[in-house]
């Protein structure tokens, strides 16, 4: 079993910037992929980036530029710094791993707004 927490989510005024957190309760080093996926209200989930053990980084047309995914394996932690938000960026953001099946974290709601 892998646990994962997110956290960092929370309230941001357009343009604004927050960074989201996800804590995997083993070793990442040997997890080759891992991403961030979010879920607005009444839309399918979708891949919002991902990043491999081997430091190749791949990024949804819509955040590119904007977001930026970031692994420490030290800290069995991946990141998701997210800058220049806009409204259509609000959903809930889940951290996601695959190590023989798919673990999610129980995501962290960003709501982008004035």
């Known amino acids: 079993q892998v646990q994962l927490v997110e956290s960092g989510g929370g309230l941001v005024q357009p343009g604004g910037s927050l960074r989201l957190s996800c804590v995997v309760s083993?070793?990442?080093?040997?997890?080759?992929?891992m991403g961030w996926y979010r879920q607005a209200p009444g839309k399918q989930r979708e891949s919002v980036a991902t990043?491999?053990?081997?430091?190749?980084?791949n990024y949804a047309d819509s955040v590119k530029g904007r977001f930026t995914i970031s692994r420490d394996n030290a800290k069995n932690t991946v990141y998701l710094q997210m800058n220049s938000l806009k409204p259509e960026d609000t959903a809930v953001y889940y951290c996601?791993?695959?190590?023989?099946?798919?673990?999610w974290g129980q995501g962290t709601q960003v709501t982008v707004s004035s």
């Open positions: 996601h791993v695959y190590v023989a099946r798919n673990y």
């Open positions: 083993r070793d990442i080093f040997s997890i080759h992929t």
């Open positions: 990043t491999t053990s081997g430091g190749s980084t």
